[in-house]
């Protein structure tokens, strides 16, 4: 059988779909096996940072808080790839390039610059009196557990959040080596009240060597910072 597409021009139909749709279905499967391939990627990038913080260290590093190098890595590479994106669109420009594509590519760019402030910025280190942190700029902090009014994980951001008495706050990424120490001390000297409940038992599963996922759905939490 065939169908007309005009004068002189027919085009073939097999069992009732014309060539023309069945060209179009690689187009539609192509954007599945796109985010399939992403997904897919995406896991394996996250499984190899979550093995790479649990790695063994020497013992005078075990109170040591610090990001492994596959997050310096990952940040690196994420920054590179979308910005190279963004510079090859314009400058070998096609019908899909635009202002919004560009700022996209930009802006995922843009995403992967905190990840690598991190990396350089989180040199934390605990002890029985509380946690020496480190900044990108400026002196480092302390903050003994005995000053701390709370303690909170935020499963969206990925992050435990301490606050003091006088509201200094403090982040810790779950990416960080040495998690189950610092919960560890922190559950055994900081005052259990400052603690909240949907936190206590994430920090008694950390001290056990099982720290947070770093790629899961958020779980039910009164988190509200």
């Known amino acids: 059988m065939s169908g007309s597409l005009g004068p002189g021009r027919e085009t073939a139909v097999l069992g009732g779909v014309s060539i023309p749709h069945l060209a179009a279905v690689p187009v539609h499967n192509s954007t599945w096996l796109h985010w399939t391939l992403w997904g897919l990627l995406m896991s394996?990038?996250?499984?190899?940072?979550?093995?790479?913080?649990?790695?063994?260290?020497?013992?005078?590093?075990?109170?040591?808080?610090?990001?492994?190098?596959?997050?310096?890595?990952?940040?690196?590479?994420?920054?590179?790839?979308?910005?190279?994106?963004?510079?090859?669109?314009?400058?070998?420009?096609?019908?899909?390039?635009?202002?919004?594509?560009?700022?996209?590519?930009?802006?995922?760019?843009?995403?992967?610059?905190?990840?690598?402030?991190?990396?350089?910025?989180?040199?934390?280190?605990?002890?029985?009196?509380?946690?020496?942190?480190?900044?990108?700029?400026?002196?480092?902090?302390?903050?003994?557990?005995?000053?701390?009014?709370?303690?909170?994980?935020?499963?969206?951001?990925?992050?435990?959040?301490?606050?003091?008495?006088?509201?200094k706050v403090v982040r810790l990424s779950v990416m960080l080596m040495g998690l189950p120490t610092f919960a560890q001390l922190l559950l055994a000297y900081a005052p259990r009240q400052s603690i909240e409940k949907n936190t206590l038992p994430i920090l008694q599963t950390t001290a056990e060597g099982n720290p947070p996922s770093v790629w899961s759905a958020p779980r039910d939490s009164d988190y509200t910072h």
Do not use: C
């Open 44 to 167: 394996l990038v996250m499984s190899w940072m979550a093995r790479s913080r649990g790695r063994p260290r020497p013992g005078g590093a075990a109170r040591q808080l610090q990001h492994p190098i596959s997050t310096f890595i990952t940040g690196l590479a994420g920054f590179l790839f979308f910005a190279a994106i963004a510079v090859i669109s314009n400058v070998f420009a096609n019908a899909t390039t635009s202002w919004k594509t560009t700022t996209i590519l930009v802006g995922f760019a843009l995403l992967a610059l905190p990840i690598l402030v991190d990396y350089f910025a989180a040199r934390h280190e605990v002890s029985e009196e509380g946690l020496r942190y480190g900044r990108l700029f400026g002196s480092d902090g302390y903050l003994p557990w005995r000053d701390l009014k709370s303690v909170r994980f935020s499963d969206p951001m990925k992050w435990f959040r301490l606050e003091s008495q006088s509201g």
